[in-house]
């Protein structure tokens, strides 16, 4: 989302997807500014907290293009089949990545089934390379080929439609997208709660495959800290969630948070109307894993205001392997094609 105005089971052998490296993308082209790629600037302390460390981070695709496209605008990342990296612009495009360099590898354009833009902003890699992709202005979820073709359509709850149609806010809808352990059950969890619900109460809602496709299944509740939304979801092999929680304030910078949330005792709550902290409805629980403000900066810069430079719009993430017991896992920000906005990766190992 816009936000400056408002694994399936891991996959052996990919933990050099994490690894960035200090050279530039081969196939990337300069546009009118461009931030130098800081992905080998190490500091002595590397940890956010006891349970998350930061490697490296890069900026090496900032304000370049490719194919005649606009690099950035990073809403979601996955790791594809062959062992490279989606990344899904919420301006209608889904770029491969070399999972080393970072380079931009091809670029798909995307679009409803009028040829509309999308405002895409949830992405999952499903078995046979399908494209699950979510647009949060209706909201939706479509399956997409590897070329951009749409297969089919996923249905939605009526309340978590954007009104008049339904009970939710115009880009505050399914910003997160992740494939459950097996495959078998979908998760995307809205951004902001819907009216009815109190604030800070949002809903995450799964689908089940079934004889091929995917039906409406149950739904979970989840308190994001005040002010913030979530704009991501990861799931891990155990059924539990990295969830990242996000704001702005503007003058002042990003709040950015990573939780480990755990949904498989949390009430369904798709009969629940509203949501208002009632007895008897058992959010997901979380448990903060870091504030990436408390990171090392490791020589960042910002172009805007920020309590750590090392901030920015951060709405992406996938985890990318494992090594030494922990996840690694690879974030990115979305710089709204801001000049005062970075498109950043960073790399970090997660304890859980």
């Not at 030494?324 to 960073?346: C, W």
Request: aromatic share 4%; with cysteine.
């Amino acid at each position: 989302m816009r936000l400056r105005t408002v694994l399936a089971t891991l996959t052996a052998g990919l933990a050099a997807a994490a690894t960035l490296t200090a050279a530039g993308p081969a196939n990337a082209h300069p546009a009118t500014s461009t931030a130098p790629d800081t992905a080998t600037n190490t500091a002595p302390s590397k940890a956010c907290s006891p349970a998350v460390s930061l490697d490296g981070f890069s900026d090496a695709l900032d304000k370049t293009t490719f194919d005649g496209a606009f690099v950035g605008n990073f809403s979601a990342l996955a790791l594809d089949r062959d062992g490279s990296l989606a990344a899904l612009s919420d301006r209608s495009s889904l770029f491969g990545l070399d999972a080393k360099t970072l380079a931009p590898k091809s670029v798909v354009p995307l679009a409803d089934e009028n040829g509309a833009a999308l405002d895409s902003e949830g992405l999952a890699i499903d078995g046979d390379g399908t494209r699950l992709i979510t647009s949060e202005t209706e909201p939706s979820i479509r399956r997409y080929s590897r070329d951009g073709k749409i297969l089919d359509r996923l249905p939605v709850p009526s309340s978590l439609l954007v009104a008049p149609a339904g009970r939710a806010t115009t880009n505050q809808t399914f910003e997160g997208l992740t494939l459950l352990p097996g495959g078998r059950t979908l998760l995307a969890s809205m951004e902001y709660a819907i009216s009815g619900d109190s604030a800070g109460i949002v809903r995450f809602q799964t689908w089940q495959r079934r004889h091929g496709r995917f039906a409406l299944s149950a739904q979970y509740a989840y308190r994001a800290d005040s002010g913030l939304g979530v704009p991501e979801v990861q799931a891990l092999p155990d059924g539990r969630l990295l969830v990242l929680e996000r704001g702005f304030t503007t003058g002042v910078g990003n709040t950015v948070r990573l939780y480990l949330a755990d949904p498989r005792h949390a009430t369904d709550t798709g009969g629940v109307a509203n949501l208002t902290g009632q007895d008897g409805v058992r959010l997901v629980r979380k448990t903060l894993l870091a504030d990436i403000v408390n990171c090392p900066s490791l020589g960042a810069t910002a172009k805007q205001p920020q309590p750590n430079p090392l901030l920015d719009n951060i709405e992406a993430m996938v985890i990318t392997g494992r090594a030494k017991g922990r996840l690694e896992v690879l974030l990115a920000s979305d710089d709204n094609q801001n000049a005062a906005q970075t498109t950043r990766f960073y790399r970090l190992r997660v304890r859980v």
